[in-house]
């Protein structure tokens, strides 16, 4: 597994999975908080269930930190190994006439939404972490909309909330369709999901941008 683990393309396998698994989460994320737009009750209820049902706090939400660990590290590894293995940068190569900025920035765009899942951990997770396992709080089934809302009253967390989603669009936009051709799918099918892939990489990013906003418009 080691030795496996060690091979360029097993790596590249590994950052492709490691980002669909993510994908999937985003959509999943996406659509639970834009009912928020909508007004308290739906929000509040999915968060209810999604925040004490042991399936999703004990499986899931384990997997999916795993899965974001994954990604990263191993995101960082496979940009170590290109540098060491490409002494003269791309830019000698005229490397934008034959690939996107997008997939030669890739470390980049990775990095504003790392740092972006740092303030929104720090906005969200850990005092939900705090809250449900270290003081042990009440529970209260109706504290997850105004804690949503409270956060985008700021509006330097709402405009750095809005730059990191443009980040995600860029990595998505090479990253998405980029994993399936890594997992071999047929050039025919990967052709024909490229333009899903593209869709999916700017309106989901539009969405969230929008929700951020919303909430921010909502309280003026
Ligand atoms: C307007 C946009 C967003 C809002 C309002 C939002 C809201 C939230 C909330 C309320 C939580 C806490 C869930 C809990 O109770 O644990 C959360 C967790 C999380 N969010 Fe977001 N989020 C947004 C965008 C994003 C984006 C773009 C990403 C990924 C790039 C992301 C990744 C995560 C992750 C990984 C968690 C931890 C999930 C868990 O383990 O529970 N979020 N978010």
Do not use: C
Request: glycine share 8%.
């Amino acid at each position: 597994m080691g030795g496996f683990l060690k091979s360029s393309i097993a790596r590249k396998l590994v950052m492709a999975l490691s980002g669909l698994f993510l994908v999937f989460f985003l959509l999943q994320h996406f659509l639970i908080n834009f009912t928020s737009v909508f007004g308290a009750e739906t929000f509040n209820g999915i968060s209810h269930f999604m925040g004490t049902n042991f399936f999703v706090q004990f499986l899931l939400q384990p997997v999916l930190i795993l899965g974001v660990i994954v990604h990263f590290v191993m995101g960082i590894v496979l940009e170590m190994n290109n540098r060491s293995a490409r002494p003269v940068g791309y830019v000698k190569f005229h490397g934008s006439a034959n690939s996107s900025w997008m997939s030669r920035n890739m470390i980049w765009t990775g990095l504003v939404v790392l740092a972006f899942l740092g303030l929104h951990f720090y906005d969200f997770w850990f005092p939900e972490i705090y809250h449900k396992y270290i003081v042990i709080d009440p529970e209260d089934p109706m504290r997850y909309y105004p804690e949503l809302v409270a956060k985008f009253a700021d509006p330097v967390r709402t405009g750095l909330y809005v730059i990191s989603f443009i980040f995600l669009s860029l990595h998505l936009l090479h990253g998405f369709s980029s994993s399936f051709q890594t997992v071999g799918w047929h050039e025919k099918f990967y052709k024909g999901m490229r333009g899903a892939t593209v869709a999916f990489s700017i309106i989901i990013p539009i969405g969230f941008i929008f929700i951020a906003l919303f909430h921010y418009f909502n309280q003026l």
